[in-house]
Nanobody, 127 residues
């Protein structure tokens, strides 16, 4: 299986932007559909964004749609989450997840559909 390591989290002010990254090692990264999830303080982990294995299709949760962009660079074995117009409600630990290996062009929005998880990166948005 692929192994995942997130980076790029930090403390930012409301209204600012931040890009977090997730690098995959091990098996062929382009064989995996990828997703980002987050866990706000004291809450359950929730879906944020997903991307198909070659990046042609994406999906977003309602609260982040229009502000966040998921993308991937398979040559660099990396998936990104560009976060703009950040709000205090975006605070949480952000996890990337992988599902595969797969040959389909699907994306996945449910936590249970992913088998590999990174350790998470903390994003804190001050208001």
């Amino acid at each position: 299986q692929v192994q995942l390591v997130e980076s790029g989290g930090g403390l930012v002010q409301a209204g600012s932007s931040l890009r977090i990254s997730c690098v995959g090692s091990g098996e062929t990264f382009s064989d995996y559909a990828m997703g980002w999830f987050r866990q706000p303080p004291g809450q359950e982990r929730e879906f944020v964004a997903a991307i198909t294995r070659v990046g042609r299709r994406t999906s977003y949760s309602g609260p982040v749609k229009g502000r966040f962009t998921i993308s991937r660079d398979n040559a660099k074995r990396t998936v990104y989450l560009q976060m703009n117009s950040l709000k205090a409600d975006d605070t949480g630990v952000y996890y990337c997840a992988a599902r595969g290996p797969t040959v389909t062009g699907a994306y996945y929005t449910q936590e249970s559909e992913y088998s590999v998880w990174g350790q998470g990166t903390q994003v804190t948005v001050s208001s």
